[in-house]
């Protein structure tokens, strides 16, 4: 039976307590091997160890797995600058931010959705009907300079014949913009996943989501510097990345199962997860010279803005042959 409206909103805001309760947990869920090579895993609120777990995909590697889970790709690139984790799952707008900002990584491969997971969303009894009317307006992004979700607003602002200068930008971590959204504070609010299904819940509409190609679609699975360095490492990376993909497979032949492991996993209604399910990671990709192409409009167009400084060269800052072929 279908949730009522009241029941989701309060499903949706507790699973944002407990992806934020994953912000600073690091290194408590390990799988060992005898091989003596652990990779540590960089995640995002359980998006891919749940996928891992559930799937079975990672059963039986010939290394130790240990995730490090952080609510968003600010602080999980900080560990990854840090040393602390040997990879990270990001889009590719805080992926390229990292890059610039000095993060010793490399791209290795690439994982698709189709862009309905990023939102620009207003207040239902907001004037603004549309992005057209954003002008001079404020529009509150999540979560920091060089997110997804600002990468979206640029694209919807030239799509609609408006300028980035147009509008005023303010930026707020996803838990700080949602209770600010449910309490009326933000008109107007650019985010992504869960935090965009919570505005929505709360009375808010949708203006734009990241599909027809206002998003890459994409995104990177990366690896430090120093990790791909070590001959261990990397041939575990390239098993590790062949089994993500086995992963993403399962999830799309069970979406079913996928969406009951993440209700298990974070304490929610499968109604909700599916709705988590929906957006997600359609398959994983190898960085082909197209995949690139699309990686570099993204960070041109970032950088245009001000947003990238400096600007990311992505065929350098790329390793193509982790890809299992």
């Known amino acids: 039976m279908t949730l009522s409206i009241r029941k989701i909103t309060a499903a ?10 994953s912000a600073c947990t690091s290194g408590d869920d390990t799988t060992s091997s005898g091989s003596g090579v652990t990779l540590k895993l960089g995640d995002q609120v359980k998006g891919l160890q749940v996928l891992a777990e559930a799937s079975g995909a990672f059963d ?3 290394y130790g797995v240990e995730w490090a889970q952080f609510q968003g790709a600010a602080p999980l690139f900080e560990a990854v600058k840090g040393g602390s984790v040997d990879t990270g799952y990001a889009a590719d707008v805080p992926t390229l931010q990292a890059i610039s900002g000095g993060v010793p990584i490399k791209s290795v491969a690439g994982l ?6 990023t939102v ?3 207040q239902g009894d907001s004037s603004v009907k549309s992005v057209a009317d954003l002008k001079g307006k404020t529009v509150t992004v999540s979560s920091a300079r060089g997110s997804i979700a600002e990468y979206l607003l640029v694209r919807a602002l030239e799509d609609a014949g408006l300028k980035y200068s ?34 929505l819940s709360r009375g808010g509409k949708l203006l734009v989501d990241g599909t027809d190609g206002r998003t890459s679609g994409i995104g990177i699975l990366s690896a430090t510097d120093a990790a791909l360095a070590d001959p261990a490492k990397r041939e575990a990376l390239h098993d590790l990345i062949g089994r993500l993909g086995t992963a993403v497979r399962w999830a799309q032949e069970n979406p079913d199962d ?20 929906d957006q997600g990671v359609r398959s994983t990709t190898p960085l082909t010279p197209d995949v690139i192409a699309s990686v570099q409009q ?8 001000g947003s990238l400084n400096p600007n990311v060269d992505v065929a350098a800052t790329t390793v193509g042959d982790l890809y299992p072929a």
């Open 120 to 122: 620009i969303i207003a």
């Open 166 to 199: 147009d509008v005023t930008v303010q930026y707020l971590l996803p838990t700080d913009a949602q209770a600010a959204f449910v309490s009326g504070n933000i008109d107007v609010w650019a985010t992504f996943g869960i935090f965009g299904n919570v505005g």
């Open 60 to 62: 039986g590697a010939p």
């Open 258 to 277: 996928w969406a009951a492991a993440i209700a298990q996993a974070n304490n929610i209604p499968v109604e909700t997860a599916q709705i988590l399910v």
């Open 12 to 21: 949706l805001v507790a699973a944002t307590a407990v992806f934020t309760l």
């Open 298 to 305: 993204v960070a041109d167009t970032m950088h245009a803005v």
């Open 112 to 117: 698709r959705s189709d862009g309905t997971g």
